[in-house]
């Protein structure tokens, strides 16, 4: 009978205890707490505070999922791969590329922040949870809950951009940016409506779904295609299309048709709201080539990636440091094309390329980043080998679903960072799980003797999730309490004033004591001290900001604070620096500053670029500590 079983594909009595206990609940709880969360949680204490507590979200449902994989025992979930060539693969790549990812951390140790290791951490939770049986059976409820959230989000982006509902305060230069849902920007919003867009057109098509399911599906598929158009982003809407065409391939003859009403429906979407009007006009520029403009200017990210590739090829700048390395890279870009490089938003930092594969290219390395496009590949693989087939367990979605939601986020991150978003970085993580698991069948695994060490690591892992999380988010909080006290100080004056100094400079204190590499923080320190006319102080603060990461606003305060300080020309230098690299502070300049000698400077510079010249340098105090030019950077260089 067990050799029957086996045969069958099944799983013998004593190894189908997995749906007894708390890991039957624990573990799909957990990761729709870390897929459904990021929708809905924000906070409007500052931008990091936003994205901060939906990390938050996304880690605490991955510490649940890793607790309940413990409390149930992880032998008694385990599969094992029935492609094992292309599983094996897929598993041994992403294990490379999460040890060099390690080691760029530690040679880039004094740079790179040791919290940031959490947005690695919490989607490899859900990975787990996909790779689970527990979290394979649960698919089906688990994509439900994420397509509903999708709708409602499609829903408040619709009713915020057309009908007036309740909007976040934002400042909104376009109408597209009133779409912010409870996410906070139209892109994010796009971003997040991917996955659902896909999961609502696989449901409208399954011959498994009953008819009044599917015409729920094809009516909540136009909300998120109209939430879309609202939001007017155009690489999340090519992602969706591109991952219906590649779900339509997987059963040509029958999709065929209901992909024609499909586009139909993505077209009256788009060109009902404004994304209409923006590709357009976007196909206008392309064909007058502006290119930088087609693309929002995402060439100046790409570039300065290209700077810290050439730099340190093998280890990168870091994990998570390509803000930090960004303007330095920037610069040096600027020499090698000869022309200066300025974001005609209200930003001109790049906190990431806005090209994945860029990104991990340059903060991780080359061979880290090669590794991790292999994982990738080793899955579509192994799912279009499984093409038309379920999953080898029950309530396992089909491998054309997983395959046409990994193609839209591989298609999202061309242009766009999907895995710096929780609310799109989890649900990718967790299809991959669930990708690898279809490549897998279930085992008898009981009585394994390392099953009670794997199950003592699965706790502390959970534990440490959770604190690393919670350590994280009381960071950010005590950072934007301190920045609303130092927005406040402009609007008060004599004691009232007086009592908030030691209340932000506690805040903030408090902060870096969990966070000490957070440039940011140091910055907005350096600016309470500065207005308690602590010159000193602020002096040392901005510095260590600038030596983490350097900003225009960075270079603008050490300016006001060397030239309090009487040494002018220092200031001067920081001004014509912090000028050139974000044109709009040369309205911030104080009048001692000679605002129009600076910008006869930077224009000076900028007609003497495109002979062969170099951007502004810094002032000498701070030349030799800049990210990527210092001694110990170019001993780096030759990894």
């Given at each position: 009978m067990a050799a029957r079983n086996r045969a069958a594909g099944q799983v013998p009595s004593a190894s189908a205890r997995p749906d007894e206990g708390l890991g039957?609940?624990?573990?799909?709880?957990?990761?729709?707490?870390?897929?459904?969360?990021?929708y809905f949680v924000f906070s409007l204490a500052s931008d990091d505070s936003m994205r901060e507590v939906k990390l938050f979200a996304q880690a605490l449902g991955g510490a649940c999922v890793l607790f309940g994989l413990a409390v149930q025992g992880r032998e008694n979930m385990a599969l094992q791969p029935t492609r094992p060539r292309l599983a094996t693969v897929a598993a041994g790549a992403l294990a490379a590329a999460l040890v060099l990812t390690l080691v760029s951390g530690i040679l880039n140790g004094g740079h790179a922040d040791p919290l940031a290791v959490l947005a690695v951490l919490a989607p490899l939770a859900l990975v787990s949870g996909g790779t689970s049986r527990i979290g394979a059976a649960a698919s089906g409820r688990i994509f439900l809950a994420l397509s509903l959230a999708g709708v409602v989000t499609g829903l408040l982006a619709v009713g915020q951009r057309f009908a007036g509902l309740p909007r976040l305060p934002l400042q909104v230069p376009e109408p597209r940016f009133l779409t912010t849902a409870l996410l906070g920007n139209p892109g994010d919003v796009a971003a997040?409506?991917?996955?659902?867009?896909?999961l609502l057109w696989a449901s409208a098509l399954s011959r498994n779904a009953p008819r009044p399911v599917r015409i729920l599906s094809f009516l909540g598929l136009g909300i998120v295609l109209l939430g879309l158009g609202a939001a007017e982003s155009v690489m999340p809407i090519l992602a969706v299309l591109v991952g219906m065409l590649v779900h339509v391939l997987f059963d040509f003859r029958r999709r065929v048709l209901p992909f024609a009403a499909g586009l139909t429906l993505a077209a009256l979407a788009i060109f009902s709201t404004g994304a209409g009007n923006r590709i357009l006009t976007k196909l206008r520029e392309l064909r007058s080539g502006q290119i930088n403009r087609v693309v929002t200017q995402r060439d100046i990210g790409i570039e300065a990636a290209r700077e810290m590739i050439r730099i340190r090829p093998f280890f990168g700048v870091g994990p998570g440091c390509f803000?930090?390395?960004?303007?330095?890279?920037?610069?040096?870009a600027e020499t090698r094309v000869r022309r200066r490089m300025v974001h005609f938003s209200e930003s001109s930092h790049f906190e990431n390329a806005h090209c994945e594969p860029f990104t991990l290219a340059a903060e991780c390395g080359l061979p880290a980043a090669s590794f991790g496009l292999v994982a990738l590949g080793a899955l579509l693989a192994g799912l279009i080998g499984r093409r038309r087939q379920a999953g080898t367990l029950p309530g396992a979605p089909e491998s054309g679903v997983l395959f046409a939601l990994l193609i839209a986020f591989a298609v999202l991150g061309v242009a766009s960072f999907p895995l710096r978003l929780p609310v799109t970085s989890g649900p990718a993580a967790y299809v991959a799980g669930l990708a690898w698991s279809s490549l897998s069948t279930p085992r008898q695994s009981g009585g394994d003797p390392r099953a009670r060490h794997r199950r003592l690591g699965l706790f502390l892992a959970a534990a440490s999730l959770a604190a690393l999380a919670s350590v994280r988010l009381m960071a950010a909080m005590w950072q934007a309490e301190g920045e609303e006290k130092l927005l406040e100080f402009g609007g008060t004056a004599g004691p009232a004033r007086l009592a908030m100094m030691p209340e932000a400079k506690a805040s903030l204190r408090r902060s870096l004591f969990l966070r000490p590499r957070k440039a940011a923080t140091w910055l907005a320190l350096g600016s309470v001290l500065r207005l308690d006319q602590d010159s000193g102080g602020a002096w040392d603060s901005m510095l260590r900001s600038h030596a983490l990461e350097e900003r225009g606003e960075t270079d603008l305060n050490l300016g006001r604070v060397a030239l309090e300080r009487g040494d002018a020309p220092t200031a001067f230098g920081f001004f014509v620096r912090a000028v050139w690299i974000f044109p709009r502070l040369l309205d911030s300049l104080p009048d001692e500053a000679l605002p129009s000698s600076v910008e006869a400077d930077v224009r000076e510079a900028e007609r003497g670029l495109t002979a062969g010249g170099l951007a502004p340098p810094l002032p000498a105090p701070v030349a030799a500590r800049s990210f990527l030019l210092s001694p110990q950077d170019r001993f780096f260089s030759i990894f």
């Open positions: 039957p609940l624990l573990v799909p709880l957990g990761v729709l707490a870390a897929l459904m969360l990021p997040a409506l991917v996955f659902p867009a896909i803000s930090n390395a960004f303007v330095p890279a920037r610069l040096l």
